[in-house]
């Protein structure tokens, strides 16, 4: 009970120490950053089963904009794709917006959420029933609505010319009409990666 109560208040605490940095820091963000990550997958209620997560390996790629010319809120673009032999693969485009308060140092935490287009493959060869008779439809994809939302940890080492800032996060998507039984049904994802801001040349200087 304790701890429930002591770290929300530590986390507090270290915004309320950090907030007064948190632009002089900022000021070196760059839009458009090159993300990648490794996406660990796994068809199961949030923060249950974690272990069957790495079952299944995706890869992403993305980038990333500013909403005000700093670090701290910044709309994210990104394309992952994971191998799932029990429950078919997927392929997804997100968009999201993400808040990222500094914590303590150049360490950050994030806080996401948006919306997005999944396509789902099915394992194996499937069928379906068509004027009286059965034909296949082999491992065609469905196309879904996903609500992903998620939460991160990372570090900023800001240098002049190129620069990594790793992460790990976790994050929670929902898929809408998977099936006719099921309307919703929830994807989670453990996430490694590291955003690359390089320097890129400035095109309205002659």
């Given at each position: 009970?304790?701890?429930?109560f002591?770290?929300?208040?530590?986390?507090?605490?270290?915004?309320?120490?950090?907030?007064?940095?948190?632009?002089?820091?900022?000021?070196?963000?760059?839009?458009?950053?090159?993300?990648?990550?490794?996406?660990?997958?796994?068809?199961?209620?949030?923060?249950?089963?974690?272990?069957?997560?790495?079952?299944?390996?995706?890869?992403?790629?993305?980038?990333?904009?500013?909403?005000?010319?700093?670090?701290?809120?910044?709309?994210?673009?990104?394309?992952?794709?994971?191998?799932?032999?029990?429950?078919?693969?997927?392929?997804l485009?997100?968009?999201?917006?993400?808040?990222?308060?500094?914590?303590v140092?150049?360490?950050?935490?994030?806080?996401?959420?948006?919306?997005?287009?999944?396509?789902?493959?099915?394992?194996?060869?499937?069928?379906?029933?068509?004027?009286?008779?059965?034909?296949?439809?082999?491992?065609?994809?469905?196309?879904?609505?996903?609500?992903?939302?998620?939460?991160?940890?990372?570090?900023?080492?800001?240098?002049?010319?190129?620069?990594?800032?790793?992460?790990?996060?976790?994050?929670?998507?929902?898929?809408?009409?998977?099936?006719?039984?099921?309307?919703?049904?929830?994807?989670?994802?453990?996430?490694?990666?590291?955003?690359?801001?390089?320097?890129?040349?400035?095109?309205t200087?002659?």
């Amino acid at each position: 009970m304790k701890t429930r109560f002591l770290l929300p208040c530590l986390f507090l605490f270290l915004l309320t120490q950090n907030g007064n940095a948190q632009d002089d820091k900022a000021k070196d963000y760059r839009n458009f950053p090159i993300v990648v990550t490794l996406q660990f997958q796994a068809f199961a209620m949030p923060f249950k089963d974690l272990k069957s997560n790495f079952k299944n390996f995706g890869i992403g790629i993305g980038t990333e904009v500013s909403h005000s010319s700093y670090h701290n809120w910044v709309q994210k673009f990104d394309i992952i794709w994971f191998k799932n032999k029990a429950m078919g693969s997927g392929l997804l485009f997100s968009t999201q917006v993400a808040w990222r308060p500094y914590l303590v140092s150049n360490s950050f935490a994030e806080i996401k959420a948006g919306i997005g287009y999944h396509i789902a493959f099915r394992p194996t060869e499937s069928f379906i029933q068509k004027e009286g008779t059965w034909r296949t439809v082999q491992k065609q994809g469905k196309g879904m609505l996903a609500i992903p939302v998620g939460v991160s940890l990372g570090y900023h080492n800001y240098q002049s010319e190129t620069f990594v800032s790793p992460f790990v996060g976790y994050q929670i998507m929902f898929l809408k009409n998977y099936n006719k039984s099921i309307p919703v049904v929830p994807m989670t994802f453990v996430q490694m990666g590291a955003r690359i801001h390089p320097v890129y040349p400035d095109l309205t200087q002659n």
